[in-house]
């Protein structure tokens, strides 16, 4: 079955960086691209990017950019979210979210990780 | 800023039908891109009700509906459920944003 498996919660203080992985299983790691989404305490859900898990390509949301890298490994089928320059307001439940159907995009996102917290503060 | 917008909250008794709307515009929705749904129980992840505007995930309901017009979508739910109480997010493809996804800004379904 598919799995999408992310890194335990992080504590950071502001300006430093943080690196969330999401290791998946259960289907062709390369087959499907995964996304990234962010949901701060009590707020709605926020898209942050797009990795082919394939070649590695990428494809970040205007508001992140410059301070998100999206990478993958295929050895360990794990996709890395890095945000850099935190501040209090990326105090947030950070998800890895797989694209429904393979080799292609905008289809929604079918499986989901169980959630990140990463709280910024001094 | 969600480019989506819903409605905040709706409520029903159960065994009701309720409608959930989403207004986008002509760079989005009115674009021809794909709707999408999410159910978010509290405390845990999203999971996909609805994908391409009307179809159902194995395992979903048919009480849950999706449909698209224009530059707007809905979803219903019929003969709503205890269970049903939740957050509901649509998503869609927005060319306007360099190429971005963009959520609905989410609506809680309370049973009465």
């Known amino acids: 079955q598919v799995q999408l498996v992310q890194s335990g919660a992080e504590v950071k203080k502001p300006g430093a960086s943080v690196k969330v992985s999401c290791k998946a299983s259960g289907y062709t790691f390369t087959s499907y691209y995964m996304h990234w989404v962010r949901q701060a305490p009590g707020q709605g859900l926020e898209w942050m990017g797009i990795i082919n898990p394939s070649g590695g390509s990428t494809n970040y949301a205007q508001k992140f950019q410059g301070r998100v890298t999206m990478t993958r490994d295929t050895s360990t089928t794990t996709v890395y979210m890095e945000l850099s320059s935190l501040r209090s307001e990326d105090t947030a439940v950070y998800y890895c979210?797989?694209?429904?159907?393979?080799?292609?995009?905008?289809?929604?996102?079918?499986?989901w990780g169980q959630g990140t917290l990463v709280t910024v503060s001094s | 800023q969600s480019v989506l917008t819903q409605p905040p909250s709706v409520s029903g008794a159960p065994g009701q039908r309720v409608t959930i709307s989403c207004t986008g515009s002509s760079s989005n929705i009115g674009a021809g891109y794909d709707v999408h749904w999410y159910q978010q129980l509290p405390g845990t992840a999203p999971k996909l009700l609805i994908y391409?505007?009307?179809n159902r995930p194995s395992g979903v309901p048919d009480r849950f509906s999706g449909s698209k017009s224009g530059t707007s979508a809905s979803l219903a739910i019929t003969g709503l459920q205890a269970e049903d109480e939740a957050d509901y997010y649509c998503q869609s493809y927005d060319s306007s944003l360099s190429g971005s996804y963009v959520f609905g800004t989410g609506t809680k379904v309370t049973v009465l």
């Open positions: 391409a505007n009307s």
């Open positions: 979210a797989r694209e429904h159907e393979s080799t292609t995009v905008t289809t929604g996102f079918d499986y």
